[in-house]
């Protein structure tokens, strides 16, 4: 993702708004339709400029959830709908995705706790983590300790 890039965004919606672009006077206006930011804000109160990676990072801030336990039966009714599935011999893990342009899954996952139980567990983060990233994750409930993003 180009750092550079910057977007207009605003409390009041959870998309960006379009790209940000600065002009000839250095005002950032509107990349399609060429509204200034103070244009903007009259439509979007408290629009502000960010990069296009802090946009991002944010939102994926705001939907992350800690792992919580779940049942088997919770596990195995969303696996019909899951992608990206990784199995090791001590876990599993599949993802059903939120929204695919927002880039959000529910991870699912299977595994051993500390006293070899099998235990199911759940959570919201990006859909690109990888199953590694995934339990570690998930390790603190495994270890019966709390999750600290």
Known sequence: MDQSKHVFVSPSIASVIDYAVMDDQGNWCSLFTGQTQHELSEVYPGVTVTTEAAFW????????????????????????????????????????RDAKCANVATIFVAYYDADGLRRFARFRDRATLTHREVMDVVSPLM???VYDA
Do not use: C, H, K, W
């Open 57 to 96: 990072q944010r939102l994926y801030d705001q939907v992350r959830t800690a792992p919580e336990e779940i049942s088997q039966a919770v596990f195995d009714q969303a696996a019909p709908d899951a992608t990206n599935r990784a199995q090791l011999p001590d876990s599993l893990s599949y993802m059903v």
């Open 143 to 145: 270890a019966g300790g």
